[in-house]
């Protein structure tokens, strides 16, 4: 199915860069791999592997001494932990660390796993598996497992499993099992892959209708930043940042997001191959990874989740109100305007205001359910109360490790300890039996 789907002259073409901050422990070792275009940050080990434009981020490794708590337990981290990716390939794929397996707390990894077009591999070790395009695995082992195109998966652990296209599952055994299924007529438009040829659909054209616009980012070695950044706040070199845009105190902008003509409020953060368009964004506000924004307004603690494509209208705005949560893989996609109240959890695929009411729910109302609902395509099973809660919880953590709490002393995250990054860029062979093949480098202090 991959076959042919990055042509040998796209592998060869590349530098591949990784980053340095006094926050982060260093150790890079890559053996007999093909890095094209990728990004490192933290202990990351690669082996006979071929990535493509991915981003692997190590910004939340456990260190030795760390205790890791699992239940009631408080299990301690015997000694550094690293990502290793094997015998993999990875297309332009979103790799970020913060783990959650008891059993595999000092090795992150990824092997015998073939992942597509901006999926997320977040929290989420993999071995012998095949994500679709805009898939989505978050907290979840994963065994020998094909995940569609667009699925999203957050279920602890699976194995031998076959979830197909547009499926956002989202599972605590015991608790709660959230799942809907996207109408695959419909989805196609939005996203569409088959062996044999590329990716297609509206995510695609979106995403390369804006490629043009990081050629720049990564062809040029100094690049000013074309607006104010405050002292607390942090934008990654990276990024493309169009005028007309404001980050305000505490903001985190990392690398492949993409601003044109909005306003991102204090503490607000826009993760990598986010695209944030025309749009406002009241402060702490999570824009989680792959997510975009055109054409919107959303008040304050506003959770978008991972790869969910929110597009309003220049004279048809969405507007969501604070509190709310957007849950992953959400598609918002309206020619009228359209106002989503504060305090409300929405899923699925709205296309028109009839919609949102098989698609959405008050947070309140959601969290008195404790036994089984269906509404519209979404079946729900276990206590909304602790669904909602864990959707809060997890927005915190994703707040209070991005620095959007700091207060010029305490909480510093990811937007203070970002500022002093340095980027180095590493090149493959570029001629010869090796052309586009990195030798093996070792990387440390």
């Not at 990716?199 to 990564?218: A, C, L, N, S, T």
């Not at 709310?324 to 305090?343: E, K, V």
Request: aromatic share 12%; charged share 20%.
């Amino acid at each position: 199915m991959v076959n042919k789907l990055i042509p040998t002259g796209q592998m060869t073409k590349f530098y591949a860069f990784y980053g340095i901050t006094p926050h982060h422990p260093l150790n890079l070792v890559f053996k007999h791999s093909n890095l094209s275009g990728s990004y490192f940050l933290g202990r990351c080990r690669v082996t006979n592997s071929l990535l493509y434009k991915s981003d692997i981020r190590g910004d939340e490794l456990k260190r030795k001494g760390d205790l890791f708590q699992y239940q009631e337990f408080n299990i301690p981290v015997d000694q550094d932990e690293e990502i290793h990716i094997d015998d993999s390939f990875l297309i332009k794929t979103l790799v970020h660390n913060f783990s959650h397996d008891p059993e595999t707390l000092e090795r992150f990894f990824i092997r015998d796993t073939v992942s597509t077009h901006y999926a997320n591999i977040h929290g989420s070790p993999s071995d012998g598996c095949y994500l679709g395009p805009f898939s989505t695995v978050d907290l979840t082992t994963i065994r020998d497992c094909v995940i569609g195109a667009y699925s999203y998966v957050q279920a602890g652990e699976i194995s031998h499993l076959k979830v197909d296209p547009g499926t956002v599952w989202v599972r605590k055994p015991d608790d709660f099992n959230f799942i809907y299924r996207y109408p695959i007529n419909q989805l196609n438009k939005y996203i569409f892959f088959a062996g044999g040829s590329p990716p297609q659909g509206i995510f695609m054209d979106f995403v390369e209708g804006h490629k043009e616009d990081f050629q720049r980012v990564f062809n040029v070695v100094n690049i000013e930043n074309p607006v104010a950044v405050p002292a607390n706040a942090s934008l990654d070199r990276f990024a493309v940042i169009k005028p007309k845009t404001n980050i305000g105190d505490n903001v985190l902008v990392a690398q492949r997001a993409f601003l044109q003509n909005s306003w991102l409020g204090r503490g607000a953060n826009a993760q990598e191959n986010c695209y944030i368009i025309n749009a406002k964004l009241e402060g702490n506000n999570v824009t989680a990874h792959g997510a975009k924004i055109i054409e919107a307004d959303l008040g304050t603690n506003v959770f978008v989740g991972f790869n969910s494509f929110l597009r309003g209208r220049h004279n048809a705005r969405l507007a969501i109100g604070q509190d709310s949560i957007i849950m992953p893989h959400t598609i918002i996609d309206t020619h009228s305007p359209l106002a989503i109240p504060p305090g409300h959890l929405v899923w699925g695929l709205i296309n028109e205001a009839k919609d949102f009411d098989t698609n959405s729910m008050s947070l309140e109302a959601f969290s008195k359910i404790d036994t089984r609902i269906c509404l519209g395509s979404m079946l729900f099973e276990g206590s909304g109360g602790s669904f909602v809660n864990a959707f809060q919880e997890r927005i915190h953590h994703i707040l209070e490790a991005n620095g959007a709490f700091y207060d010029g002393n305490l909480n510093r995250g990811h937007a203070q300890h970002n500022q002093n990054i340095s980027f180095n860029t590493i090149q493959p062979y570029s001629k010869g039996a090796k052309e586009g093949l990195y030798p093996t480098i070792i990387i440390q202090p």
